[in-house]
Structure formats: structure tokens, C-alpha cells
């Protein structure tokens, strides 16, 4: 998982041991991750599904939404994790649903709660389903 | 009778009640009318019948201090003036761009809207609509035309009525229109290359006696008049009123330093590209140029409310669709073929496009049809017609008045020895942040409709970039001699009277003191039509 898509640059810098050790733990963690994530009622097929019904997919290609979403967490650094914005997502709601996240992209375009992302304009609610894909496939590969 | 200045003896001297200076959309109309009514006009024209480049449109040459504006290209200095080379496209003013908003300096005019309405309806006429327009809800109707339920809180429709073709022209255009009547008028004296030399006043300068007019070949002469109306346009209305004061040493409404001042322009361009991921068909039969059987023609777009505007401090600002054409459409593999033999060569890929245009071919056909019936450019009708999956919001936007945009007096002088123009145009941050509200208020509801998905333009966002770069001149010149309730505010009075001078008028966009988003042709004849009306209940 990777908030920061510029940093990425300088992952192939040499690795010592504090940096083993720092993998290790980034390992661990992300396997615990990946457990907790079969337990939450959404796959990255239903983030994906979510974004095509919002229209979304005429933006471009799940890569260019996936860097949107990293976009909007490099301004929202606060909302860099998973169950945080699966929580926001999930307002008032008890878990994450479609509908849910339907009616507050609805909400978000009449109440204008948008995010311009290298020009693209997207409701906020998109905004995180795509910061949301972006963790999910880091946390994949 | 139409006459040339160029053949008359030198020194020709020409009695009126009324001079009419410069054949435009203003002059042409304030003519007509006053001839109409009785007055012996002499209408004075610096060009002659057609377009001279390298002789009357060269005075027009000046020098640009500021964002560069097209002082020689955006104006045209013949006979029909820039009617000649006008799309067409009317719209009124609306009720909030008359009126004084705090948010913006320098706004409100010293007449409302419900003051120009009797005129704009004349104003139609004029501009060659075989009727009165409908209201914008049944002309929709009568066009058949259901627009999505655009969010009122921001945005509305906004209709703009293009002029019928005449027979010798794709649009209106006064020279032609209007030509055979001012041959034939007895009491108008049309004078053609008859350009402004000097003005000569009374003792305290407040009274023009006297205009001075000259052809470039050096034939002279002087129009004594009880009245004079300068229609030369944005630019040169200001210009002439700056000879003038500098000519008599005061005058013409130089005590104020006001003359040239709050230079506006409507700034048109891109602000978003519209994809979908299906045809845009549905849509383009909403926002686009529609037609009627009966010649009726209107682009329908959005803009801003008047609501939102005052709500959010913004200037007017409205928008149009331009399409592009879907790849994969036999009309655009069609257009790119055509393109490319135009440029002399097959271009790329021609297989596939004769393949593509082949399995299309009843799209090409309808197009071609749309585009022989309506008789209007390619490029327009390719925009209205084209199968597309996309398209550009074009803007067109308000200018705030400034002060300091301005033209004055350049040191450099024309042919007749004239100071020429220099212009100092500049263009504030507020439009920007009009744009980009607009935009984003246009996107978002574009979203939540499922019209399409908009990505903004960088100069929306992106304060580095300069506007200007992203936008073009639409040469509507605004503001220069602008209408006020008193000199210290303005340049002319609620009648267009230039202040501190008892029978010199201005007409034409110069006036308007605040610039709103339509374009200005109709609000210039209906002011000149007003101007005309209150001439005529004045003793000459």
C-alpha cells in the first residue's frame, strides 16, 4: 500500500537491514490485511463494479482511477488507510454497500462535495472508491 | 443616395440635420430610422463597398501594450462595418447585467432591462427575423426539445437565435440588407470613404460644429450638422472622442480622463472536454444548433443563474457543446478522408476509414443532407451532425470593467495623420474563478445526469497559466465610452449623449458598462433604435 505514488521512485534504493526488518513487518501486516479484508463485504471486483455503475469508466482505464485515487490521497494523507475510508464510505451505515456509496455520490454531485483530480471533476464518495482501489491492488501486488 | 467620397470636389461641403459616422450595425440602423422620419442624415463610412486591405482597413493599425487584441483583424472598415463578418448569433442582455452588483466594481447601468425590452423587440426585426421571437420555454417546445433537469440552483438553459441566411449571405448583414434602401433614400446622404479627419467645436467646446472627413486620396470634405452620432465601434468611438478633445484642447468628455477607459471583451474557449462512454446522441439532440421547419434557428447552452452569480460573486458566463466526432463513425472517417484530399494527399489508414464509412454510410448521408439543407459552414454543422462520444464546453464569458484597461492615443500616426490607437487590455482573476465555477457547476450536474464525465482545462485551475492563452477574441470591443448616471462615472449619459457636449452622441457596444455574457449585436441596435426614438422628439 502505497499513499504517496511519488515514492515509489525510491523503493529501489538499497536495502539494509533496518529495511529487511521494515519488510518483514510490512509483510506480516499485510497479510493481516488481506485476512481482515475477506472479512469486509467488499472485493475490489465490487470497488471496480461500483466505479463502472457511476459512470466513472468513461474517465479512462481502472490504472488512470487507481491513480486518481492515490491523487486524492497525497491531498487527503489523513484518509491514507483502508479502514478509514471504508468507514468514511460507509457514513452512517454499519458496513460498506452499493447502495450506500450510490446514494452518496448522488449526494455528493447535488451538494457539489467534489474533487478535481488532474482535471478530472469526480464526486468525493468516487474519489475515495478510487483512493480505496489504489490501497487494495498496492496491498495485491 | 450612396455617393464616394473619392469623386466629389475637394472641399465639398454637406448640410444634415444629422451626421452619422461609421456604416455599421449601429450607424445603418440609426440612419434608416432617422431618414425614415424626415431628417436629412449624411451617413459618413470610412470604407468603401468592399473589403480595401492595404488602404482603409490599414487605419486601423495600432499598438497593443497590454494582452494583444486584433485592432486590425477584429474589425472591419467598410460599408456593413463588422456585420460583414458577424455569425449571426443574438441574445439579450439579461436583468442582472444591467444592474449595479456589489460584488462587482464599476457595474450597473443607468437603464434597466424592462427600459430596452420595447426595443430589443424592434431589435429582431432589424436583425432580419421574419418574426417575433417565442419565449425560450416555447421555442423549446415548438422545437421539440426536452432538456435534462439541470440543477435551477446554478444553472439554466440559455437560447441564442442565429439570424435567418439571406439570399446573398449565410446571415443578416446590413450592407446587404439595408444597401438598396439607403441607394434609394432621399434624405440619406450615404458617403463612403469618407473617413474622420477633424472636429471643429465651438467657442467653449461643448457645441460640434463641424466634422471634417477625408479619403485617402486627399479629396475633403466638411459636414456641418445639428446633431452627430459617432458608430465606429468599441475601439474607435473611444479613439475619436480622444482626437477630438485633443484636436479642440478639451472637449468631448476629456475632463474626467473616463475616455477609452473599462476596455472589455467577451473571452470564448474550452473549459472541459465532455467524454462518454456511449454516443452522446440524446444529448446533442438537447444541446446543440436545432432547427425548425420554418427557418427558426437556435444553439441552446447553459448559463449561469442569476442566483448563482450573486450567491457566489460571479461574473455571467454561459456555455455551448461543441462535438467531436466518434472514431468510429463513418461522418468523421468521411471528414478525414475529405480533409486529407483537400491537403493533397490519402492521408492514413484510408482502408479502414473507407471501411468504416462504408458500414456507416447512412450516418455520412444524413449528415451530408443536414449540412446541403441548412446551407451554413461545414464546420458548424459538422459540430451539430457528427455521431460523437465526446465534446468541448466552449465559454463564453463576462469581463469585468477595469479602469485600468484602456485605450488611448498611440505616438505613431495613420495616413491622415492621425494619432493611431493603442490598447491596453487586461483581463482579472475573477474571470477565472467565473470560468472555473461554471465548469464545475456544468460537470457536476453533467455527472449526476449521466451526460458525461468533464476534465477541466488547466487555465481553470492553474493560475500560472495566463487565460488568454486558452481563450479567443470574439471582437466584441465593450465599454470604452461607457453610460453613466454622471461624467465622473462615465462617458455618456442614459441617452447616450457624451457628457459636457450638447449634440454629440456615441452609439454601439461602447456604451454598455458592463459587458454581460450574450453577444452584443442586438443590445447595440435596440440602444440605437432607443437613440433614434429620443432624436427624433428633439427639435434639430
Redesign the interface.
Known amino acids: 500500500m502505497n499513499c504517496n505514488p511519488q515514492s515509489e521512485a525510491h523503493a529501489a534504493a538499497g536495502i539494509g537491514r533496518r529495511d529487511c526488518l521494515r519488510g518483514v513487518i510490512g509483510a506480516v501486516l499485510a497479510g493481516l490485511s488481506l485476512h481482515f479484508d475477506r472479512l469486509l463485504p467488499w472485493q475490489q471486483s465490487d470497488l471496480e463494479h461500483w466505479l463502472r455503475s457511476f459512470g466513472a469508466h468513461a474517465i479512462g482505464d481502472g490504472a488512470l482511477l487507481r491513480r486518481l485515487g492515490a491523487l486524492y490521497l497525497a491531498g487527503h494523507p489523513e484518509e491514507c488507510d483502508r479502514a478509514r475510508l471504508t468507514h468514511l464510505l460507509s457514513g452512517a451505515h454499519a458496513a460498506l454497500r452499493g447502495s450506500n456509496v450510490f446514494e452518496s455520490v448522488a449526494r455528493d454531485w447535488r451538494e457539489h462535495e467534489v474533487e478535481l483530480l488532474e482535471g478530472w471533476l469526480l464526486a468525493r464518495t468516487e474519489a475515495r472508491v478510487c483512493a480505496l482501489l489504489h490501497l487494495t491492488q498496492g496491498a495485491a501486488a | 443616395m450612396i455617393e464616394d467620397l473619392r469623386r466629389l470636389a475637394h472641399g465639398t461641403a454637406i448640410a444634415a440635420d444629422i451626421c452619422v459616422l461609421g456604416a455599421g450595425a449601429a450607424g445603418i440602423t440609426l440612419a434608416l430610422e432617422l431618414g425614415r422620419s424626415g431628417l436629412r442624415v449624411c451617413l459618413a463610412e470610412g470604407g468603401g463597398t468592399e473589403f480595401e486591405y492595404l488602404e482603409s482597413q490599414a487605419l486601423y493599425q495600432g499598438v497593443n501594450v497590454g494582452i494583444p487584441i486584433s485592432l486590425e483583424g477584429g474589425r472591419l472598415r467598410y460599408f456593413g462595418g463588422s456585420t460583414n463578418h458577424w455569425g449571426g448569433r443574438c441574445a439579450p442582455l439579461q436583468d442582472i447585467d444591467f444592474r449595479r452588483r456589489d460584488w462587482i466594481p464599476h457595474s450597473g447601468w443607468p437603464v434597466q432591462r424592462a427600459e430596452l425590452d420595447p426595443y430589443y423587440v424592434r431589435a429582431i426585426e432589424v436583425a432580419g427575423f421574419a418574426k417575433p421571437w417565442q419565449s425560450d420555454a416555447d421555442t423549446l417546445a415548438y422545437l421539440r426539445a426536452v432538456l435534462p433537469a439541470v ?1 435551477a440552483r446554478w444553472l439554466m438553459p440559455f437560447l441564442w437565435h442565429y439570424t435567418p441566411p439571406m439570399k446573398d449571405a449565410p446571415v443578416w448583414k446590413w450592407a446587404n440588407a439595408y444597401g438598396a434602401e439607403l441607394r434609394e433614400s432621399s434624405n440619406i446622404r450615404t458617403l463612403l470613404h469618407a473617413n474622420f479627419a477633424a472636429f471643429t467645436t465651438g467657442m467653449n467646446r461643448s457645441r460640434v460644429r463641424s466634422m471634417t472627413v477625408s479619403s485617402l486620396n486627399g479629396v475633403s470634405a466638411t459636414i456641418t450638422a445639428s446633431t452627430f452620432i459617432l458608430c465606429c465601434g468599441g475601439i474607435e468611438n473611444a479613439r475619436l472622442l480622444l482626437l477630438g478633445a485633443e484636436q479642440n484642447s478639451g472637449g468631448f468628455a476629456s475632463q474626467d480622463d473616463l475616455v477609452g477607459r473599462f476596455l472589455m471583451q467577451h473571452s470564448r474557449g474550452p473549459a472541459a472536454r465532455v ?3 456511449e454516443r452522446m446522441t440524446r444529448v446533442q439532440e438537447q444541446f446543440n444548433i436545432l432547427r425548425g421547419a420554418d427557418g427558426v434557428e437556435v444553439e441552446v447552452g447553459l448559463a449561469l443563474t442569476p442566483q448563482a452569480q450573486e450567491s457566489e460573486r460571479l461574473l455571467n458566463c454561459s456555455g455551448v457543446m461543441q462535438y467531436e466526432g466518434d472514431p468510429d463513425s463513418g461522418v468523421t472517417a468521411a471528414q478525414e478522408i475529405w480533409r486529407s484530399l483537400l491537403a493533397g494527399t490519402w492521408g492514413p489508414n484510408l482502408g479502414d476509414k473507407v471501411g468504416i464509412l462504408a458500414e456507416d454510410l447512412g450516418s455520412v448521408l444524413q449528415a451530408v443532407k443536414l449540412r446541403v439543407a441548412s446551407g451554413h459552414s461545414l464546420e458548424r454543422e459538422a459540430s451539430a451532425g457528427i455521431p460523437s462520444r465526446s465534446a468541448i464546453l466552449l465559454l463564453d464569458l463576462e469581463q469585468a470593467p477595469d479602469p485600468q484597461s484602456r485605450i488611448t492615443l498611440a505616438q505613431d500616426k495613420d495616413a491622415l495623420g492621425l494619432r493611431r490607437v493603442q490598447a491596453d487590455w487586461r483581463v482579472g482573476e475573477l474571470e477565472r474563478r467565473t470560468a472555473l465555477q461554471f465548469t ?2 456544468v ?3 453533467f ?2 445526469l ?1 451526460i ?7 487555465w481553470l ?1 492553474d493560475g500560472r497559466l495566463a487565460m488568454t492563452d486558452s481563450l479567443h477574441e470574439t471582437y466584441h470591443y465593450i465599454g470604452t465610452t461607457r453610460m453613466a448616471e454622471s461624467s465622473a462615472e462615465g462617458v455618456v449619459d442614459r441617452n447616450c449623449a457624451v457628457f459636457g457636449m450638447e449634440n454629440l452622441y456615441v452609439a454601439g457596444s461602447s456604451v454598455f458598462p458592463t459587458a454581460g455574457q450574450a453577444n452584443p449585436t442586438l443590445t447595440i441596435i435596440a440602444l440605437a433604435l432607443r437613440l433614434a426614438d429620443f432624436l427624433k422628439q428633439r427639435p434639430q
Open positions: 440543477d467524454v462518454s462512454a464545475t457547476h460537470a457536476a450536474d455527472a449526476r449521466g458525461g464525465r468533464c476534465k477541466l482545462e488547466p485551475f
